[in-house]
DNA sequence: ATGCACGTACTTTTT
DNA sequence: GTACGTGCAT
């Protein structure tokens, strides 16, 4: 869980036995088994080759290790964490290893216990945002940051836009919620205040977007919380205004390693930056060809610069792959050398060629998924694979539902993963804005969440009294509802229905105080909120499942509180080899375990699995949560223009060369994620969002080499071999003889072109001032509306209600 | 204040 | 196709 499993984790394997001294020299090539009290002295540059052996031996100064996919470099990066403890004498608590995901800590926590033994537990292990968070828990009180903050996640911050865009009288149509806390984002991610954006406003939207930012922050002031972006961005701004602060934390860490490099935005690198300064013990991995969430504000070039920025770095590339066949690797380079901006690279491997691609096409969605459900069922027959060897990997979850139906009828199990996340339902996010309230009583956007969840007759303008005069004084709403003089802004029997939730939330308050475990307190909730009940009365296919889902909350805070109460009180607040700062750390006096609890369920969205869910099943996910997994066999689905590469890459508003390559990183991580056998498919016709639509194989199959593509179905009538090399896409056509889909005999004509007059039924008539290249899902247009403060927008046409006018 | 009906918009999602 | 948000009627 984060952060705090980070932190039980050193708390619990305090409690452990000492290792043993003097206990035998082990060596071992397989994992290990045994317990993790003794540590394994096996040879640590046992089994790696020579680059790998480089990256774990390199002494002081900055280090930048490309790995490519299946490199081996998780191995590489603990094995050198590991020397540094082992070796170098390095004390474990003064080193810093970031990851992004929790996964990726737990699985490297994991895996240097089995090298160094339980002072595993003492390394600074976590993603950004959680190694941030406890850093600002501790140090925060310097740049004014309240030990208490809370953290507010992107649903909160979509409420507390949508507040404001309503007090502030904005059209939320013109300026939707999710666009402004992208842009807000983008500026925290580049390290941009408020003010600094003011300072540079383009034009009239970006003026209101800042002055919507400055509000913004202010309101999360007020309500004494951090959102994701604040949490990195904080800590940058701690560490860059307190030179005490500077100090201490660039003191703290001897060595700092970075993994998934390439996908860290400014703010992440600024603050690796500064803690690394006194040193310049910075080891950073990645691999700049799987660099996939550009659009998250992650920046590529800060790894594709590392060496400017750094000049004395050590430079190791690890270019043997152990993972996948000699022809899928040979695919997977023909796709990913079209791109301009990576560094040159191959992967290569000691295994055999192995078999072709498979590249089949199907007349419809429904037929591609009923293909893949056979092609497993035959390599299941012919050789004794697990459902568990094969995924199937597509660009959008819209593509699941025929898989679902497919597999469904040929009874085959089937597994969708990262489709809802657990603390991101509806029931478990309602209880959580209980126990938040209560643990921090000016989180607001919690208050309003649950004022009237179950419903207790507390309506919108009611709400927005309360809100109106809290803010009038200067106090929380929860201050205002709890004192009696004050909620009498509102009136008749609003007021009752005030004081009624007054007497809960004293009520709740006390058992705050009162519980000791996380459980206790959630059933008090329920019970006093009638929660249950009110799932229930809602509709019975539904509640059952979210009932359902309190229950497994509950397990989950109950196996938080049976992990915490296994450690004496004294150990939370001091950490290891942490001099006073620690023990000063304004930790709550009433509600420590609270604090805890929710800074996990919020920074670590991955949910313990309860045992026996693990049936062997054939998994179901997008391209990007298959990153850093790997199959025997994989399949490649929707392999289609407007697909993979995506629609809004090829002919969308911001489609350019840097999105195009980007759908390309998306293809290469798809394919390097099999180990024996890849399966490429589509679909000539695709119904998605309801609507059907004629389309292109991908251009990233005329990408990989043709011999080792072994074509079935559609594909033999050799559709895709056409098309002129691909890389022409990437700039504009030469002649009139390149591939375009506009012009292509079979893509979709546009239905409007510059120039064009047209009618909405809202906006009413306009001129088509410029549009897309090409037909199809993809085809947009952006219209100046003849109509008075309409002005021009932007319209994607299979969408809008658009109607050609004879001018 | 709540419930229903219609219109509307639509990638990806580590934290 | 469906989920969500707005607007209207109760």
Redesign the pocket.
């Known amino acids: 869980m ?1 952060a705090i499993s980070a932190l039980l984790h050193e708390i619990i394997k305090d409690q452990q036995p000492p290792a043993q001294s003097g206990s035998k020299p082990v060596w071992r090539t397989t994992p290990w088994q045994g317990s993790t009290l003794a540590p394994i002295l096996m040879d640590l540059l046992e089994g790696l080759n020579a680059p790998q052996q480089e990256a774990v031996k390199h002494g002081d100064g900055p280090l930048l290790i490309f790995a490519g996919a299946g490199s081996g470099k998780t191995r590489t990066l603990t094995r050198r964490v590991a020397h540094l403890i082992r070796e170098r004498r390095v004390l474990p608590s003064r080193i810093l290893a970031v990851t ?4 990726a800590a737990r699985e490297m926590r994991e895996r240097l216990e089995q090298l160094v033994g339980p002072q595993a537990s003492r390394i600074w292990m976590g ?1 950004f ?2 190694m941030c968070a406890q850093m600002l828990r501790i140090s925060g009180h310097y740049i004014g940051i309240d030990a208490r903050f809370v953290i507010f996640d ?1 649903d909160d911050s979509t409420r507390l836009i949508k507040d404001i865009l309503r007090e502030e009288n904005i059209d ?2 013109r300026y ?1 919620p999710g666009r402004v806390l992208g842009r807000i984002s983008d500026a925290k991610n580049n390290l941009r205040s408020p003010d600094d954006m003011t300072g540079t406003v383009k034009g009239p939207y970006e003026r209101v977007v800042a002055r919507l930012y400055a509000k913004y922050q202010e309101r999360l002031r007020a309500s004494r919380a951090l959102d ?1 972006d604040d949490l990195l961005g904080e800590a940058v701004r701690l560490l860059e205004a307190s030179a005490e602060a500077r100090e201490y934390w660039s003191e703290r860490f001897l060595h700092i390693l970075i993994d ?1 490099f390439q ?1 860290v935005n400014l703010a992440q690198f600024r603050w690796v930056q500064l803690l690394a300064q006194k040193h310049r013990n910075i080891c950073v991995v990645g691999d700049d060809d799987q660099s996939i ?1 550009a ?2 504000g ?1 920046n590529v070039k800060i790894i594709l610069d590392f060496e400017n920025t750094y000049t004395d770095a050590q430079v190791i590339r690890l270019e043997q792959n152990y993972r996948s066949t000699q022809n899928i690797l040979d695919a997977a380079h023909g796709v990913i050398s079209n791109n301009l901006g990576r560094k040159p690279k191959q992967l290569w491997t000691d295994i055999d060629a192995g078999v072709n691609l498979t590249l089949h096409g199907t007349t419809n969605a429904s037929e591609e998924a009923s293909w893949v459900v056979q092609q497993v069922r035959r390599l299941q027959r012919e050789r004794d694979y697990n459902l568990a060897d094969f995924a199937i990997l597509c ?4 593509q699941s539902r025929p898989y679902e139906e497919a597999f469904m009828q040929a009874r085959v199990p089937l597994k969708l993963v ?1 489709t809802q ?1 657990f603390y991101e339902r509806k029931e478990i996010k309602d209880l959580i804005a209980y126990l938040k309230v209560l643990y921090n009583p000016y989180d607001n956007i919690a208050l309003t969440r649950i004022i ?1 969840v179950p ?8 709400i927005q009294k309360l809100d109106l005069a809290a803010r009038e004084s200067g106090r929380s709403m929860c201050d205002v509802i709890l004192d009696e003089s004050t909620a009498d802004v509102v009136g008749g029997t ?1 007021r009752l229905k005030i004081a009624s939730l007054r007497k809960l939330l004293q009520s709740l308050q006390n058992a705050a105080g009162e519980e000791v475990t996380i459980v206790g307190l959630l059933q008090k909730i329920i019970e006093e909120t009638g929660y249950l009940q009110y799932l229930q009365q809602e509709r019975t296919t539904e509640s059952i499942d979210r009932t359902a889902n309190v229950q497994e909350f509950l397990a989950a805070a109950a196996l938080f509180d049976a992990r915490l109460q296994a450690v004496p009180e004294a150990t939370l607040s001091t950490l290891p080899e942490q001099p006073e700062e620690y023990g000063e750390a304004q930790r709550d006096e009433q509600a420590p375990f609270l604090g805890l609890f929710l800074e996990s369920v919020t ?4 949910v313990e699995k309860a045992p026996g869910e693990n049936s062997d099943a054939v998994t179901l ?2 391209l ?2 298959a990153k850093g997994l790997e199959f025997p066999i994989v399949f490649l689905v929707g392999m289609e223009q407007g697909l993979l590469p ?1 629609a ?2 090829l002919w ?1 508003e911001q489609a350019g060369a840097d ?1 195009l390559e980007e759908e390309r990183r998306l293809c290469y991580v798809g394919l390097t994620r099999a180990r024996e056998q890849v399966f490429l498919v589509y679909a000539s016709q695709r119904t998605l ?2 609507r059907t639509e004629w389309t292109q194989p991908s251009q990233f199959l005329d990408e990989m080499p043709g011999q080792l593509l072994q074509r079935s179905g559609h594909a033999k009538l050799g559709a895709t071999s056409a098309r002129q090399s691909a890389s022409d896409w990437d700039k504009p056509a030469a002649n009139g003889s390149t591939f375009k889909p506009a012009t292509s005999a079979s893509a979709t004509p546009p239905k409007f072109g510059v120039g064009d007059r047209l009618k909405h ?2 906006f009413g008539e306009g001129l088509v001032v410029s549009a897309s290249a090409g037909g199809g899902p993809g085809e947009w247009v952006e219209v100046a509306f003849l109509a008075e403060g309409i002005g021009k927008k932007k319209l ?1 046409v299979a ?3 658009l109607e050609k006018v004879a001018d």
């Open positions: 984060g992004f995901t929790n996964k993603t945002h959680a992107t939320s149509d939707p994701f998934e996908d969430y659009w998250r992650a660009r959008v979850n819209a990262g996340r009237n419903a207790r007759g507390i309506g919108g303008v009611t609003a920074l670590d969205s991955e996910m997008t990007h949560s995506h809004r890459a969308g999105q969002y309801g039924p809202s994607a969408y809008a209600p």
